[in-house]
Every structure is written in C-alpha cells, then in structure tokens.
T-cell receptor, first 112, second 116 residues
C-alpha cells in the first residue's frame, strides 16, 4: 500500500498546454516536497510546502498544499519540452522528519 | 561546490558477491541518508547516519545489508552475498543540520546495481 498516491501515473501533452498532477494521502504530513527526476539521475528538489493551504510558485509551476496537509498538487502552465521528466512527491509524517515517504511519481512527456 | 557524489555509478555483481557503494556528502553536510529505488515500488528509506553513528536503520533489511559513515571518508553501503532482488538504484542524500520540520535533502545521482 502506497502512503502517497500520485495521479496520473503517465501524462503526455503538447507544448503550450496546462496540466495538473496530484499527490494524495489519508495521512497527515508535516511537510510535502516535490522533486523532479531525470532518467539516470537522482531526484532534484523543486519545492517544500509546510503550511496547510500554502501556495508556492516557481516560474510556471504552482504548488499547493491541502488545508488538511494530506494532499498536494502541482500545476504547470504552458508546458515546455524541458518540463519532461518524472515528478515525485514526498513527505515527512508528523513526528518523523528523518524518513521521506515517496509517491511513485507522474511521468510527464511534453511533445514539441 | 560539488554536490553529493556517489560511486560507482554502475556496478555489476554476480550472485553471492559483495557490493560496496560509496557516498560523499555535500561540503558542510554531516547527515547522510540512503534510499533504494525499485522500478515498481518507488523510493524507500533505508538508513540515516551521522558521522560514526547510525541514527535510524529501520529501513535496512535485517541481513546482508550494512552502512557506515566513518569520521574520515565517505559513507558506505555494503551488501553482502547479493541476490537478484538487490538489483536497484541506490541513492544517497545529505543534509546540513539536525533534521527538523521541513528537512531539505540533496540527492546524489545514484548507484545502479545489477546482480546477474
């Protein structure tokens, strides 16, 4: 059983389209992080959200943490081929900030 | 300002051999974490170490796996008598301070172990 469920698992879109990917759980997390992983490389941190309801923007990427701190979303505006990659969400359970719990990721392909 | 360095990047072993994976944390980081990534299971926490101390090894298999982070030199993840199921990507991450709240980890590029 995966504590963090990511959807969709795969997404293929055309350049210029908008998209949203989701990270859901029945558990409360003290913080959630979004990473992007390229093939053959390690995950690279994009953002950390800590407060319920928090919204953070990183250029064309908008991250939101649910009010109850159980879910998060990543919205990409006007996707570009360079956005292609595996997007992973990960979080620390309340009371344990040593072990990151990971979703399986959304594999995004942006076609020119 | 080098990031987290892992080597080897790729390692091939036959069943029964030993695998040693090395990780040098970012400069100034004294906390090291090891994660394993399997294709259909995602990333899983294995162990958290500080210099000369294993703090949390709750994700380590009970047998054949060990980790250390000596006073000098890199952290080492050691797998004895490897089996095919050990084939995976092993990622090391480091952080600068005692983890609290939104702990920020920097990951290495990983070591990909293939057991024949």
């Amino acid at each position: 059983t995966q504590l963090l469920e990511q959807s969709p698992q795969f997404l293929s879109i055309q350049e210029g389209e908008n998209l949203t990917v989701y990270c859901n759980s029945s558990s409360v997390f003290s913080s959630l992080q979004w990473y992007r992983q390229e093939p053959g490389e390690g995950p690279v941190l994009l953002v950390t959200v800590v407060t319920g309801g928090e919204v953070k923007k990183l250029k064309r990427l908008t991250f939101q943490f649910g009010d109850a701190r159980k879910d998060s979303s990543l919205h990409i505006t006007a996707a570009q081929p360079g956005d292609t990659g595996l997007y992973l969400c990960a979080g620390f359970n309340a009371g344990n900030n040593r072990k990151l719990i990971w979703g399986l990721g959304t594999s995004l392909a942006v076609n020119p | 300002n080098a990031g987290v360095m892992q080597n080897p990047r790729h390692l091939v072993r036959r069943r029964g051999q030993e695998a040693r994976l090395r990780c040098s944390p970012m400069k100034g980081h004294s906390h090291v974490y090891w994660y394993r990534q399997l294709p259909e299971e995602g990333l899983k926490f294995m162990v958290y170490l500080q210099k000369e101390n294993i703090i949390d090894e709750s994700g380590m298999p009970k047998e054949r796996f060990s980790a250390e982070f000596p006073k000098e030199g890199p952290s080492i993840l050691r797998i004895q008598q490897v089996v095919r199921g050990d084939s995976a990507a092993y990622f090391c991450a480091s952080s600068p301070v005692q983890p609290s709240g939104a702990n920020v980890l920097t990951f290495g590029a990983g070591s990909r172990l293939t057991v024949l």
